[in-house]
């Protein structure tokens, strides 16, 4: 081979490269695109649900409500979704006093087992 044939072979070769980087990056874009777009979906649904959550409960009850976040994130966050079902199949009547949400929440912790621990 000569000179001029490999310099025209490395040519082609780093433009193959750079058509497959460009590629590439086009299809990073694109899923950054789209994850922005999920997540731009995913705070206006629970924009949403703080807004029905909010019109549901009395203020004691919200307190709970925000209390149980801090220590329970994923439970709070099942309870809210729960009480959005209930408000959408209409099935709450008026706010829901903190009496009433614990017993909703004791109902939904009800599935979980508890374990005791005996010492020998």
């Known amino acids: 081979m000569s000179e001029e044939e490999i310099k025209k072979k490395r040519l082609q070769e780093q433009q193959e490269r750079s058509s497959m980087t460009e590629g590439h990056h086009a299809a990073l874009q694109q899923a950054a695109a789209q994850q ?11 924009q949403i649900l ?52 614990v017993a909703i929440l004791s109902k939904l912790s009800g599935a979980r087992k508890e374990f005791k621990i005996r010492r020998k």
């Open 36 to 46: 922005m777009m999920q997540q731009q979906m995913l705070q206006e649904q629970m």
């Open 50 to 101: 703080k807004k029905i959550v909010s019109q549901i409960l009395e203020p004691k009850a919200r307190e709970r409500l925000s209390n149980l976040k801090l220590v329970k994130p994923d439970i709070a966050l099942q309870l809210e979704v729960y009480l959005v079902q209930l408000y959408h199949a209409v099935q709450i009547r008026g706010k829901i006093t903190e009496g009433q949400l």
